[in-house]
């Protein structure tokens, strides 16, 4: 069972444009919500994350908007680049009942055009 | 500083041998986590460490599977009798399990190919 779902699977937008990558989770509990950007043949790496008592978190360019009563939580990447071209990782946890195991979804594609 | 690294960073073998693949946490940090990426998914959880000991093993796909964390730092993660269907890029990330973060850093991987 797949406890964070991730869409779309694969993104294309022109430099400059806004890329807007959706995630939802069921489990009420979680209390962490992290999105990685991982670069092929690299590992993740953090970009940004928020807790659930706040609704937006701003980081430069990347934006995480976070709905707790729709339960869904979403990565904006403003004035896209050709450098951000990678794969991106939404994912949860709960560091009380799960130790801060990571539930990752299944990631999303990014190609921005030139 | 240093990152989370991961050694080695390809290793092919034969269905049927065993494997230990390495990761080294970044200095200070006490948690430690494997996880397992297949080509296309994000990854998968396989064990934590709080220290030396594992604290969530649940992650563990069968009893072929084993991690150890000896002094708290270095950590192996060794596969028995490898089978095809364990191919895959094997990630540890380690965090600071103080205060009030939860960020995981992730190494580079180990890819994992069983012929």
């Known amino acids: 069972q797949q406890q964070v779902k991730q869409s779309p699977q694969s993104l294309i937008v022109q430099k400059g444009g806004i890329s807007i990558i959706n995630c939802a989770y069921e489990?009420?509990?979680?209390?962490?919500f992290p999105w990685y950007q991982q670069f092929p043949g690299k590992g993740p790496a953090l970009l940004i994350a928020?807790?659930?008592?706040?609704s937006e978190k701003k980081e430069g360019r990347f934006t995480i908007s976070f709905n707790k009563s729709a339960k869904q939580f979403s990565l904006h990447i403003m004035d896209s680049q050709p450098g951000d071209s990678a794969t991106y990782f939404c994912a949860a946890s709960n560091r009380g009942s799960t130790l801060g195991r990571l539930y990752f979804g299944r990631g999303t594609q990014l190609t921005v055009w030139p | 500083g240093a990152g989370v690294s991961q050694t080695p960073s390809n290793k092919v073998t034969e269905k049927g041998k065993y494997v230990e693949l390495r990761c080294d946490p970044i200095?200070?940090?006490?948690?430690l986590y494997w996880y397992r990426q297949s080509l296309g998914q994000g990854p998968e959880f396989l064990i934590y460490?709080?220290?030396?000991?594992?604290?969530?093993d649940s992650g563990l796909p069968n009893d072929r599977f084993f991690a150890v964390r000896p002094e708290g730092s270095v950590s192996t993660l060794k596969i028995q009798r490898t089978e095809r269907g364990d191919s895959a890029v094997y990630l540890c990330?380690?965090?600071?399990?103080?205060?009030?973060?939860?960020?995981?850093?992730f190494g580079p991987g180990t890819r994992l190919t069983v012929t």
């Open positions: 990330a380690s965090s600071y399990s103080g205060g009030d973060t939860y960020e995981q850093y």
């Open positions: 928020i807790r659930p008592d706040v």
């Open positions: 460490f709080q220290g030396t000991g594992a604290a969530d």
């Open positions: 489990n009420t509990a979680f209390d962490y």
């Open positions: 200095s200070g940090h006490t948690a």
